[in-house]
């Protein structure tokens, strides 16, 4: 992107009016919508996103990352997949990280 594309406070042009009109917006890939879920509430305090191969490898990833920044979830609840209904991606959130697979090699368990 060169500097015509965004403005002078750093926030990206869009090129699309249509967007602007749309009353939420879809995330296909990821399975999360802005009209059924508050995005800036589930994910305003991520400063780290780390991708990876497998669903399997960023499950364990994210509970490396559960164990190593001290994370205690609440009694009874466990990491899940956020976007488990997307059948492209894997994406847990824990803290201020997500771990997220890309996609790729999705019929192989590591």
Known sequence: ???KDHSEDGHVILRNPHIKEMEQDFLYH???SSGSQDLVEMFSDVKFVCMGG???RM????QFVQKELDIKLP???ALC????RSYRYSMYKIGPVISVSVGLFSDINF
Request: net charge negative; aromatic share 4%.
């Open 1 to 3: 992107m060169d500097e």
């Open 54 to 56: 497998t669903p399997r």
């Open 75 to 77: 009694t009874g609840a």
């Open 81 to 84: 997949d956020i976007s488990a």
């Open 59 to 62: 499950e364990k990833f994210a």
């Open 30 to 32: 990821i399975s999360l």
